[in-house]
């Protein structure tokens, strides 16, 4: 098995693992009589650990490489799930959402800066395209084993299986302890040593990052106000819970889909032009969106958005890989994990703020204007990409 299916591999079972931890504990909370705050921390914890702690990740996987930073996030996440099945309480639940968060940030960080070192400028395209399904197949399948689990076995026992998921990887990585960071891994390592590491705010000041972080910014935000707010509209006009869910999945197929051919956009259009016609397709679903209330149209329209967004995301982090430094992609694409967390934490409560005071419509539709300036600002011009 070559170096890069074998990272798709892990990441598939990390991705898996993620999603139906969030489903498991955020459901045992709740079982054992958690209030809505409660399980809105816990999956804040999430997202906490991604923004404090990526970019020192990726300062880490520049100066020390891959494999100790996914020992310890499979180490980290299975120690976590095993705290609520032998102390069944909200604090070993909590507690195990803040060790899978840092679970995620160690694979985040270093799975993306792998598919950018084990590349070259004829795959890297097709790379980060398979990276990005790896990612929708674990957000599809996470879920269901979450759900089957507790429904077959009880959260208590959930919580085990997950537990065991998440250790193993480290029977594969022991497997390929030796060859995993060897060729363009090791050749990046090397660079590291010979490049002046200076500031991340330094980095940030470099043109080419601080278009994509923002543009970044923008996309992450954009699908989470639409997970988020989707299902509140959906009620709103009286749609039933299961109609819902075939709408909001309707996005995450379409993700999948557009990311299948996405090589071959980003080869005959280049990446500057399918990110911005990414946001161009954010933007007019959105626009659309409260003004139908015909299921199947918003089936049609979250399918849209999902296609933008599906293209959009793993042309950033290829943006962001290509810009950074010599041995410092790893800190790039830190700082790039780093902003789409703080923004997915303050970008509810403004939109839901506006959504309070002004109603659903003029929130979509705020949504949709910041999907225009991210057209505008990832367009290609001249001097610039695509």
Excluded at 237 to 249: E, F
Aim: charged residues 10%.
């Amino acid at each position: 098995m070559s170096s890069i299916n074998f990272i798709f591999i892990l990441n598939v079972i990390q991705c898996t693992g993620l999603f139906a931890n969030k489903i498991v504990l955020a459901l045992f909370a709740l079982e054992m009589g958690a209030p809505p705050l409660i399980v809105g921390v816990l999956t804040a914890l999430f997202s906490i650990a991604a923004a404090t702690l990526a970019i020192p990740v990726g300062r880490l996987a520049d100066r020390f490489g891959a494999r100790w930073l996914l020992v310890t996030g499979s180490t980290g996440a299975g120690l976590g799930l095993l705290l609520p099945y032998f102390v069944p309480s909200l604090v070993s639940v909590l507690m195990a959402g803040a060790l899978c968060g840092l679970s995620l940030v160690c694979y985040n960080v270093t799975t993306q800066n792998l598919t950018g070192l084990l590349s070259n400028a004829e795959n890297r395209a097709r790379n980060f395209s398979n990276y990005s399904l790896t990612n929708s197949a674990g957000a599809l399948l996470g879920p269901l084993i979450g759900g089957f689990s507790i429904d077959h076995v009880g959260h208590t026992l959930s919580c085990l299986c997950l537990a065991l998921l998440a250790f193993l990887p480290l029977i594969m990585l022991a497997t390929r302890w030796n060859t995993l960071e060897k060729g363009a891994v090791r050749r990046a390592n090397s660079e590291a040593r010979l490049v002046s590491e200076g500031s991340t705010l330094a980095l940030f000041r470099d043109p080419g990052i601080r278009k994509t972080v923002i543009t970044a910014s923008f996309l992450s935000s954009g699908l989470n106000l639409f997970s988020a707010y989707m299902p509140v509209y959906g009620h709103s006009i009286g749609l039933s819970a299961s109609v819902i869910g075939v709408i909001v999945a309707m996005n995450a197929t379409a993700s999948f889909a557009i990311r299948a051919v996405l090589p071959k956009m980003i080869a005959r259009l280049k990446e500057g032009k399918v990110l911005a016609l990414s946001f161009c397709s954010g933007a007019l679903a959105l626009m659309l969106m409260p003004m139908f209330q015909n299921p199947v149209v918003l089936g049609v329209l979250a399918f849209t958005f999902g296609l933008g967004m599906g293209a959009g995301q793993p042309v950033v982090t290829m943006l962001i890989f290509q810009f950074s430094p010599p041995g410092r992609s790893g800190e790039a694409i830190g700082l790039k994990i780093t902003t789409n967390h703080l923004t997915n934490m303050v970008s509810p409560i403004v939109f839901g703020g506006i959504a309070t005071a002004m109603g659903l419509s003029p929130m979509f539709w705020l949504n949709a204007v910041m999907m225009v300036l991210g057209c505008y600002i990832s367009w290609p011009r001249k001097s610039g990409t695509g």
